[in-house]
Nanobody, 124 residues
Framework: QVQLVESGGGLVQPGGSLRLSCAASGSIFSIDAMYWYRQAPGKQRELVAAITSGGSTNYTDSVRGRFTISRDNAKNTVYLLMNSLKPEDTAVYYC??????????????????WGQGTQVTVSS
């Protein structure tokens, strides 16, 4: 019902920066909180950052002060600006959202369909 497409990943040296984007599309009625997750090889997916519809943000301790989550409500898009990247930030990054989608004209609460993610590799 709602698709998420991440972009902006790549290879960057330690200390470098990247800006990730994630656009939601489909039968969207409204979007509440939006999230960025990451999954490193051999590890579980972890929540990295969250932003409410009103713009309040929260971060996991390992990225606080280095990453900034933001959103463009008109474009149903969430961003993640990552500064001072470290090798341990290497992972596939995914986004998702608490949202209402339309099914036969009625809004239903749910979560987006997981996208392919975008690979971030921090290495010299």
């Amino acid at each position: 019902q709602v698709q998420l497409v991440e972009s902006g990943g790549g290879l960057v040296q330690p200390g470098g920066s990247l800006r990730l984007s994630c656009a939601a599309s489909g039968s969207i009625f409204s979007i509440d909180a939006m999230y960025w997750y990451r999954q490193a090889p051999g590890k579980q997916r972890e929540l990295v950052a969250a932003i409410t519809s009103g713009g309040s943000t929260n971060y996991t301790d390992s990225v606080r002060g280095r990453f900034t989550i933001s959103r463009d409500n008109a474009k149903n898009t969430v961003y993640l600006l990552m500064n001072s990247l470290k090798p341990e930030d290497t992972a596939v990054y995914y986004c998702n959202a608490d949202l209402y989608y339309l099914l036969e004209g009625s809004p239903l609460r749910g979560f987006g369909s997981w996208g392919q993610g975008t690979q971030v590799t921090v290495s010299s």
